[in-house]
Structure formats: structure tokens, C-alpha cells
Nanobody, 121 residues
Framework: QVQLVESGGGLVQPGGSLRLSCAAS????????MGWYRQAPGKQREWVAT???????NYADSVKGRFTISRDNAKNTVYLQMNSLKPEDTAVYYC???????????????WGQGTQVTVSS
């Protein structure tokens, strides 16, 4: 059974920083892209960033230049370094991974449980 476990959320003042982590565990054959989405109260879930297994990263315009996504392939872990945080970054952040379990011939997308990030003075 595969699961994604997130950590690192919390309360931070505007202009501050947080680092989110998300580790995929279980019986995994391979991991392709990993990334993050977020969902603010009353809004739809929006894409934040993606990183490929080769390390290529893409970002939503709203976070470009402030957030950095990275990964440790040996640990099947993706990180999101968030700097210069703004109140509008307040949301539940969800990680995802497109991976192939050992029990399957197919790749599918798995989700973390979500971690709250609150930016407020």
C-alpha cells in the first residue's frame, strides 16, 4: 500500500518562510512527477509546482520567484521551500506523486492528506 505523508505546515508572519515535505512510502516500483497543489477557503484547488524525476521544475505564476520545489529521489520525497510568504498563500497544501506501485503495471496519481499553511500577522 502506498501513502504520501506531508509535514511542515504552520502559522507564519507575512514575509516569512516555511518548508513543506512529502514522503511517498510503501511498495513502490517507480516515481515520476511530484508536486504540490493548494486550496484556500472557498476556492478551487490550484496547482502550485511540479518537478519531474529528472529535476525539471515548473511553477504557477503566483509563486514563481518565491517558492522552490526540490526532491530527493532516494527518499521518494518532495519539498516545497516557501519564501516571502503572503496572506494570499494561506491554504491547505496537498502534495501528489505520479507513481507505479509494485503491485501494478500502471502509473497513477496519489495524494497526501494536506497540511495547513496560514500566513498572518
Amino acid at each position: 500500500q502506498v501513502q504520501l505523508v506531508e509535514s511542515g505546515g504552520g502559522l507564519v508572519q507575512p514575509g516569512g518562510s516555511l518548508r513543506l515535505s512529502c514522503a511517498a512510502s510503501g511498495s513502490i516500483f517507480s516515481v515520476n512527477a511530484m508536486g504540490w497543489y493548494r486550496q484556500a477557503p472557498g476556492k478551487q484547488r490550484e496547482w502550485v509546482a511540479t518537478i519531474t524525476s529528472g529535476g525539471s521544475a515548473n511553477y504557477a505564476d503566483s509563486v514563481k520567484g518565491r517558492f522552490t520545489i526540490s526532491r530527493d529521489n532516494a527518499k521518494n520525497t518532495v519539498y516545497l521551500q516557501m519564501n516571502s510568504l503572503k496572506p494570499e498563500d494561506t491554504a491547505v497544501y496537498y502534495c501528489y506523486a505520479r507513481l507505479q506501485p509494485k503491485s501494478s503495471d500502471y502509473t497513477r496519481q496519489y495524494w497526501g492528506q494536506g497540511t495547513q499553511v496560514t500566513v498572518s500577522s
